[in-house]
Nanobody, 120 residues
């Protein structure tokens, strides 16, 4: 199992980025997937978690309405579209695979992370 994030970088406030998480070694349509982030000196925070079917999604309060999670099953890839970015969104973003189809199941695989920096 491997998760490879991409798409991070430096962006100005109110800008947008799209993170991708390419999955291999398993079929991501069968598992719940999530995005987390961790800023320097802060605890890791759940950004978004989606059931395998995408019919139930949880968003962290700080990103609700700005960071939709989606997946392309044909590409075995999960995305995080980040809109209206703020400096406080600066963090390393991680993709995770959950144990089962439910977004409440535990995480059993993590990507290496991708840095997002929001600054003017």
């Amino acid at each position: 199992v491997q998760l490879v994030e991409a798409g991070g970088g430096l962006v100005q406030p109110v800008g947008s980025l799209r993170l991708s998480c390419a999955a291999s070694g398993f079929t991501c349509r069968s598992y719940a997937m999530s995005w987390y982030r961790q800023a320097p000196g802060k605890e890791r925070e759940l950004v978004a978690a989606s059931t395998s079917a995408g019919d139930s999604i949880h968003y962290g309060d700080s990103v609700k309405g700005r960071f939709p999670i989606s997946r392309d099953n044909a590409k075995n890839t999960v995305y995080l579209q980040m809109n209206s970015l703020k400096p406080e969104d600066t963090a390393v973003y991680y993709c995770t695979k959950r144990v089962g189809a439910s977004r409440y199941s535990g995480n059993d695989n993590w990507g290496q992370g991708t840095q997002v920096t929001v600054s003017s």
